[in-house]
Nanobody, 116 residues
């Protein structure tokens, strides 16, 4: 199982920005570079939803609700994936999780709260 650690969550006002980081400190970069990575989120009382993903060629996809506001990126040499979130809205409030697509490897999550 791959160890993933998320960070960067917090409390922001509507319209604010945050950058989430997902690190895989115990994985060698050549292995990490092959991973198809994703960010999910889970709001209270709702199911976990896919927010953004980036494959091992750097291709990005997003859920419609965050297109134009969020950007996913990666640096394989640093074994990190980021989620830059701009123009945050109260409906973006959730716990955000990093995962490797096709596996059951998840981080512990980081809380994002957007106040109105």
């Amino acid at each position: 199982q791959v160890y993933l650690v998320e960070s960067g969550g917090g409390l922001v006002q509507t319209g604010g920005s945050l950058r989430l980081t997902c690190a895989a400190p115990r994985t060698i970069f050549s292995v990490f570079s092959a991973f198809h990575m994703a960010w999910y989120r889970q709001a209270p009382g709702k199911e976990r939803e896919l927010v953004a993903q980036i494959d091992n060629n750097g291709r990005e996809t997003y859920v419609d609700s965050v297109k134009g506001r969020f950007a996913i990126s990666r640096d394989n040499s640093r074994k990190r994936v980021w989620l830059r979130m701009n123009s945050l809205q109260p409906e973006d409030t959730a716990v955000y999780y990093c995962t490797i697509m096709g596996t059951n490897d998840w981080g512990q999550g980081t809380q994002v709260t957007v106040s109105s």
